[in-house]
């Protein structure tokens, strides 16, 4: 495997022309990146007992779970124009995105400590390799709500069929968090931790398993995350975006997360080495 190799002294370097030169960077890892993640993946599950089994099981019991609350009248969730079962694991997909991939790339310059501290090795291909295992398990799950169609007599739009193309903002980004938090957790290691914390906090603050309570609307519109879930779970219940300009906002400030944290992570990474 070859590895593309960086000259230190790039690193300080400021003003707009730096921008092409991390970006060629980046492009150039492109390989890298493709070659680390098959390698992560299929350890993933090597020796597990239910193998890939593990990215379908979760939604289903989440899901599962609040129906059988909602049964029993433990909670009340009404949700219009398609079956719960739907709505709850199309939220679901995309939030397990979103979770999964930051908190594999919070821990992935720790985890490879030993190939950081011995190989002149790219580290946002470390990070980026690791955020990208959340994408076959989304996958899955796009395979686990077109099974749920049938099962719940629903007839999905067309442009359902754009909801993976739709997660691109959310991923965009987790891409970004990851880059900064996983500089973080190489200096405090229970980063990690306290990211799986937040992350299950926030989703409590995201309609992913419930729908918007009009009452408390404002404290949700001002959640970017919201309309990032919300946005691809439209068009796999009205094939429309029912909040377009939300949306656009969300995926404005997706991008300028990740730029603002790759030109962070540009500047700080060459004080990874002696941190791990």
Do not use: H
């Amino acid at each position: 495997m070859e590895y593309t190799v960086y000259e230190p002294e790039k690193y300080v370097k400021m003003g707009i022309k730096v921008w092409p030169m991390m970006f060629r960077e980046l492009f150039a890892s492109g390989e890298l990146i493709w070659r680390l993640f098959i390698r992560d993946w299929s350890a993933r599950y090597r020796q597990s007992l239910l193998g890939y089994l593990w990215a379908v099981v979760p939604p289903v019991v989440a899901v599962a779970t609040f129906v059988l609350l909602g049964k029993k009248g433990v909670v009340n969730i009404s949700v219009k124009d398609v079956p719960y079962q739907i709505y709850a694991l199309a939220g679901l997909a995309v939030w397990q995105l979103f979770a999964t991939g930051v908190i594999s790339g919070c821990g992935s310059l720790v985890n490879s400590g030993g190939m950081v501290n011995k190989i002149n090795i790219s580290l946002e291909a470390l990070v980026l390799s690791s955020v990208a295992q959340a994408i076959p398990e989304f996958l899955i799950k796009c395979l686990l709500i077109a099974a749920a169609f049938p099962v719940f007599r629903f007839t999905p739009p067309l442009a359902c069929l754009l909801f993976p193309l739709a997660v691109i903002p959310i991923y965009v980004l987790t891409a970004g968090l990851s880059l900064v938090l996983s500089l973080v957790n190489g200096v405090m290691r229970d980063t990690v931790n306290v990211v799986t914390l937040v992350t299950m906090f926030l989703m409590l603050l995201t309609p992913v398993l419930y729908p918007l309570n009009p009452a408390s609307s404002i404290v949700f519109r001002l959640n970017p995350l919201y309309y990032l879930v919300q946005g691809p779970r439209d068009l796999v219940i009205y094939g429309r975006i029912t909040d377009p300009v939300g949306f656009a906002a969300a995926s404005l400030f997706s991008m300028g997360v990740f730029l603002l944290c790759f030109r962070a992570f540009y500047i700080a990474k060459t004080k990874v080495p002696e941190r791990m």
